[in-house]
């Protein structure tokens, strides 16, 4: 089970992804993924799951787009924060916040949904495959999953070019020799989770990677003073497959049949 955020965790996770260049970038794929791919394909108003949601950045656009969305999130902190955000937003009504872990989202009887969203949780967790089992649950059939994760190969090609070379492989989980702070614990590879959602009976119908340039700039001042154009490429080849395996995270676009 992952652990909750406080006060000045979030603060510093909102500063240190979101207030950033890799933020934006993370955000505008995400959007891209979501907009073209994911909301054309559900029904008008279909309420959708965000699991593990956070502040919201992803489940209020999808809120504003007519969805009646529940988000949830196991941080307090977080969840306050996505409040705020959605009466910013005039999105209040739309939007029902839960505070708990996926793990437990049956005990809320919430049924199923046509769309779910899970961003960026799956590294946190000890034992992300049951996660997975639960999203499942809460697709109903015809539905369609939205997933983001830490990728391990991105990592560590990352680790790679920065010359880290004594974080690699299994290193990059351990605490002795992790070293870069709010760095996901647990980071992923693409084929075991696709391994895992096949064994549930899901689908993947596109893959695609997250930020597939932005970290490996050797000049780091681009990813500001070059920022509307990186967001160009980045969207432009984050789907091709080489680049899409070496992205800093993996979007997986699953459906369950039906």
Not at 240 to 247: A, D, I, V
């Amino acid at each position: 089970m992952t652990k909750p955020w406080d006060g000045a965790q979030a603060q510093k996770f909102a500063n240190n992804i979101y207030g950033t260049s890799k933020g934006k970038v993370r955000e505008a794929v995400l959007w891209q993924q979501l907009s073209q791919r994911l909301l054309p394909q559900l029904p008008a108003g279909a309420p959708v799951l965000d699991a593990g949601g956070g502040q919201g950045q992803m489940g209020l656009r999808v809120a504003a787009e007519g969805h009646p969305l529940i988000l949830t999130d196991l941080s307090e902190e977080m969840l306050a924060i996505a409040q705020q955000r959605a009466g910013e937003k005039m999105l209040s009504d739309r939007v029902r916040f839960l505070q708990g872990p996926i793990q437990r989202l049956d005990e809320h009887q919430l049924g199923q949904f046509d769309g779910v969203l899970c961003h960026a949780v799956l590294e946190w967790c000890e034992q992300p495959k049951p996660v997975l089992a639960v999203l499942a649950d809460h697709l109903k059939p015809g539905g369609l999953l939205s997933l983001a994760f830490f990728n391990h190969q991105g990592a560590e090609m990352h680790n790679l070019v920065a010359g880290n070379f004594d974080n690699l492989g299994e290193a990059m989980t351990q605490a002795k020799t992790r070293r870069v702070r709010m760095v996901p614990q647990n980071p992923l590879k693409n084929a075991e989770v696709i391994q895992w959602l096949s064994d549930l009976g899901l689908v993947v119908e596109h893959q695609c990677g997250v930020r597939v340039i932005h970290d490996y700039l050797r000049d780091k001042s681009l990813q500001q003073s070059q920022l509307e154009r990186l967001i160009e490429l980045e969207l432009a080849y984050c789907d091709k497959p080489l680049y899409r395996e070496l992205g800093r995270y993996t979007h997986l676009l699953v459906r369950k049949p039906g």
